[in-house]
């Protein structure tokens, strides 16, 4: 049993900062590829930004310049953090990460997981 546990959104004004977070625990064996998703109203889920075990990102070009993604390996942490932030950043965002769990009877099983979403809302 593997869990995501997102913390970190809430409401900011345009132009501010917020960080996110998100914490794997369970049976991992190792974590691969964690990234950050959101999903606006009406919209669909898009890949905000990712980041691979050996520490190489991606951003999506709305985003570039103005989020960085870390990660935690000790602790199975990802982190977003957000600066100049703008209302079209306003969405649901949802962690994801990509691993090897332990399964019972000691089995390696490799699956994808996802965060319940954190609200965040960037007033203008």
């Known amino acids: 049993q593997v869990q995501l546990v997102e913390s970190g959104g809430g409401l900011v004004q345009a132009g501010g900062s917020l960080r996110l977070s998100c914490a794997a625990s369970?049976?991992?064996?190792?974590?691969?590829?964690m990234g950050w998703y959101r999903q606006a109203p009406g919209k669909e889920r898009e890949l905000v930004a990712a980041?691979?075990?050996?520490?190489?990102?991606t951003y999506v070009d709305s985003v570039k310049g103005r989020f960085t993604i870390s990660r935690d390996n000790a602790k199975n942490t990802v982190y977003l953090q957000m600066n100049s932030l703008k209302p079209e950043d306003t969405a649901v965002y949802y962690c994801?990460?990509?691993?090897?769990?332990?399964?019972?009877?000691?089995?390696?099983?490799?699956?994808?997981?996802w965060g319940q979403g954190t609200q965040v809302t960037v007033s203008s």
């Open positions: 980041i691979t075990s050996g520490g190489t990102t």
């Open positions: 994801n990460a990509g691993l090897l769990s332990i399964a019972p009877m000691g089995k390696i099983v490799m699956d994808d997981y």
């Open positions: 369970g049976s991992i064996f190792s974590i691969n590829t």
